[in-house]
């Protein structure tokens, strides 16, 4: 009886092929990637991440005018310029987050991704006086948690879509 299996690799394409798997491994940038990048590259990213932002903020929103119960007393630029200023603030929160609280990121299972978000918005709400008010506390940490449920449902459908079709337009690192 004959061992070798002709489809089944040799020993050494075995090797060779763990070789490459340790010098391809970015165990941080995977996780970053996975949990957080929307596409490799980060211009990409930040596009994406403004439109879901607009998109999401606009559903809460509404979705609280639709029951007649406003969080936010909003002027067009006033709310142009706090998502621009959350997407921007947040992702570079969240990549230092990621880099140096990794571990704690994963055990929190997202409740402190929401509370730095509550943060930055009420932030957002001090800075910008006209345009962008939360009406109370209690508005802020109802947008905040409908937002991020909403944009953690879109971003993970959008992160799977891309990386199983592997749709590879504008191409990362």
């Known amino acids: ?22 010098k391809n491994k970015s ?11 929307l596409h490799r590259n980060y211009i990409v990213h930040m596009v994406f991440s403004v439109v879901i932002n607009f998109l999401i903020s606009a559903v809460v929103i509404g979705l609280a005018v639709g029951i007649n119960q406003p969080l ?17 603030i947040e992702n570079f929160v969240k990549i230092l987050m990621f880099k140096y609280f ?12 929401v509370l730095v978000q509550i943060m930055i918005l009420l932030f957002i ?3 910008l006086v006209q345009g962008f008010h939360f009406i109370g506390v209690e508005h802020l940490i109802i947008f ?20 199983t079709k592997k749709i590879t337009f504008l191409e990362g690192k």
Do not use: C, H
């Open 102 to 113: 990794m571990r704690i990121m994963i055990l929190s299972m997202g409740l402190l991704s």
């Open 27 to 37: 165990g941080k940038n995977t996780a970053i990637s996975f949990g957080f990048l």
């Open 1 to 22: 009886m004959n061992d070798k299996d002709p489809n089944k690799p040799s020993e050494e394409e075995i090797k060779k092929l763990i070789e490459q798997l340790k």
């Open 144 to 163: 905040a948690f409908g937002f991020s449920i909403l944009r953690f449902i879109l971003s993970t459908y959008i992160r799977r879509w891309l990386y």
């Open 72 to 88: 936010i007393e909003i002027e067009l630029i006033g709310y142009v310029l706090a998502i621009i200023l959350l997407t921007l």
């Open 125 to 127: 709400d001090q800075v």
